[in-house]
């Protein structure tokens, strides 16, 4: 079966430092790859989304990377602020058919900016 | 725009009574959804979805089973609560493959 290995429960990073997360797979070869971020109590909110074919997707201080061939994603937050702290969650989508695509998610890595 | 809509927020079931949860998605038609559940401490586990009305994906076997009686509606249901089935309940759509997951606000269940 597919896993997904968020590689640290927690991350701790100082203010203005760039938080790095890494996105490691197994047993699967998605087509897309999803980050999100939850914050405590809440439902997950969709950040970016890379596909297979692109190396590197970038929005405002946050850029992802997707390795098909170390089957991993790394996900930076740059100049990072403490109200990036939050949980960030790692999802693949497989999709079957044209019309559905299945979501499964990683543990997620908490991170924490202090100032 | 698009919403979506779960509730309650909160809820305390004794074990072995039954379970009713509602999601409700406005501004788009057709969607995919989604019930996941998150443990405390794990990730988000996928547990049913559905293509269309009466259309239900089962992704792990449990004490659990949806329903998704109009196309923008999906409900999940138990007839006899585990201490198990404690955990946060999200409902979630998407408007196809390959396209971002929109997430309600969450269910708290706690069984007793």
């Known amino acids: 079966s597919q896993k997904i290995e968020q590689n640290s429960e927690a991350l701790n990073i100082q203010e203005g430092k760039t938080a790095t997360l890494t996105c490691n797979y197994t047993?699967?070869?998605?087509?897309?790859l999803q980050w999100y971020r939850q914050d405590p109590g809440r439902g997950p909110v969709f950040l970016l989304l890379?596909?297979?074919?692109?190396k590197e997707k970038r929005k405002e201080r946050l850029k992802v990377t997707f390795d098909t061939t170390l089957k991993q994603s790394l996900f930076h937050i740059t100049a990072s602020q403490p109200a990036d702290s939050a949980t960030y969650l790692c999802?693949?989508?497989?999709?079957?058919?044209?019309?559905?695509?299945?979501?499964?998610f990683g543990r997620g890595t908490q991170l924490t900016v202090w100032p | 725009s698009q919403t979506i809509h779960q509730w309650p927020a909160t809820l305390v079931q004794p074990v072995g009574s039954p379970l009713s949860l509602e999601c409700t998605v406005e501004?788009?038609?057709?969607?995919?959804l989604y019930w996941y559940r998150q443990a405390a401490g794990r990730g988000l586990q996928l547990l049913f979805y559905?293509?269309?009305?009466?259309?239900i994906s089962s992704e792990v076997p449990q004490n659990l089973s949806a329903s998704r009686p109009q196309d923008r509606q999906f409900i999940l249901s138990s007839k006899k609560l585990l201490l198990s089935d404690s955990g946060f309940y999200l409902c979630?759509?998407?408007?196809?493959?390959?396209?971002?997951?929109?997430f309600g606000q969450g269910t708290r269940l706690t069984v007793v």
């Open positions: 979630a759509w998407t408007s196809g493959a390959r396209t971002e997951a929109f």
């Open positions: 047993n699967y070869s998605p087509a897309y």
């Open positions: 890379i596909r297979e074919n692109e």
């Open positions: 999802a693949l989508d497989m999709v079957l058919g044209s019309t559905l695509g299945r979501l499964y």
């Open positions: 501004g788009t038609s057709n969607p995919n």
């Open positions: 559905s293509v269309g009305i009466g259309q």
